[in-house]
């Protein structure tokens, strides 16, 4: 089968009609919004902790780098369109030849 591996199916809630099942039911999805929220404020406070240890560069870092990217962006656009000149030329006189 090509080494493809099909994931498990999803589980099925069987949901019945009885009272108690009905109340159980909302139980565990109030539980399980609750833990929901829970678990999504906790990442948001990891976050916060991560976010206080990165070294953020300085404006003098940041200046220059972007420099830099300005510079080669335009060093390899001019390059990259004496390249495609150079090849349209090439082609355009090849095909002449066998024209």
């Known amino acids: 089968m090509l080494g493809v591996r099909v994931p498990p199916g999803l589980p099925v809630l069987i949901k019945r009609v009885t009272p108690m099942a009905t109340e159980t039911l909302v ?12 678990q999504i404020q906790q990442f948001f406070v990891e976050v916060r902790s991560e976010m206080k240890k990165v070294s953020w560069p300085g404006r003098k870092e940041v200046y220059g780098t972007t420099i830099v ?18 090849l349209r030329l090439g082609v355009d006189q090849i095909f002449k030849f066998f024209k």
């Open 27 to 38: 139980e565990r999805s109030s539980f399980l919004e609750k833990l929901r929220i829970r």
């Open 69 to 86: 990217v300005v510079c080669a962006v335009f060093f390899f656009g001019i390059y990259l369109g004496l390249v495609d000149l150079v």
